[in-house]
């Protein structure tokens, strides 16, 4: 069952921060929000997850409300290989499968 | 981190043919999956492939026309059977490592299936 909804699509101008959003409204108090990516013909990759503090890594950052409802995954200065379809999950980090929404497509301009 | 290959990248087969695909994982790992990936579609989880013991299949998909394998803890196959033009899709292993406390799924590279 999908618990987030995303935009199905944004585009991003290169160089700018890319800011792709994410509503769980009904995430559980030990569901975390990850995120990941999918390249066109690759496999997802792992970009970052949080609990409710915000986090950064070397590839974005994670921005939670306080009531934990919604998400921003933040691309700082997007560029033409970040053109990819981002998938918001919430999970609890445990012992079982991934849930795929749709995800959001987004298109970096040159 | 965990690295996931898969055998073949791409294959073109005839309808009523098998496939068999091959993911290997370069560390041993409690879990693993096979997911399908239809053109223009999210992932769907086909199964869990447990080690030792038969795969769970999620609703919709039968070990007759999946049936999969994994002899250890870094090797699992998903054969798909008796092969249709609906069964070209990508196909994607995964496995789950622990990261902290929480667990990472890494996935493969996937395997691009088109069935004539």
């Known amino acids: 069952d999908a618990k987030t909804t995303q935009p199905t699509s944004m585009d991003c101008a290169e160089g700018r921060a890319a800011n792709l959003p994410c509503n769980h409204s009904?995430?559980?108090?030990?569901?975390?929000v990850y995120w990941y990516r999918q390249i066109h013909s690759q496999g997802p990759q792992y970009i970052i997850h949080g609990l409710k503090n915000n986090e950064t890594n070397e590839m974005a950052s994670l921005i939670i409300t306080e009531d934990r409802k919604s998400s921003t995954l933040i691309l700082p200065h997007a560029t033409l290989r970040d053109t990819a379809v981002y998938y918001c999950?919430?999970?609890?980090?445990?012992?079982?499968?991934?849930?795929f929404g749709t995800g959001t497509r987004l298109t970096v301009i040159p | 981190s965990a690295v996931i290959s898969q055998k073949p990248s791409r294959d073109i087969c005839q309808r009523g043919t098998s496939l068999t695909i091959q993911c290997q994982v370069d560390s041993q790992v409690t879990m693993m999956f096979w997911y399908r990936q239809q053109p223009g579609q999210s992932l769907t989880l086909i199964a869990t492939?447990?080690?030792?013991?038969?795969?769970?299949?999620e609703s919709g998909f039968v070990i007759d026309k999946f049936p999969i394998s994994r002899p250890n803890l870094t090797f699992s196959t998903l054969t798909v059977s008796n092969m249709s033009p609906e069964d070209s899709s990508i196909y994607l292993c995964s496995a789950l490592l622990p990261h902290g406390p929480v667990y990472e799924q890494y996935f493969g590279p996937g395997t691009r299936l088109t069935v004539t």
């Open positions: 492939a447990n080690q030792g013991s038969e795969a769970t299949y």
């Open positions: 009904t995430i559980s108090g030990n569901e975390y």
């Open positions: 999950i919430v999970w609890a980090g445990r012992a079982n499968n991934l849930f």
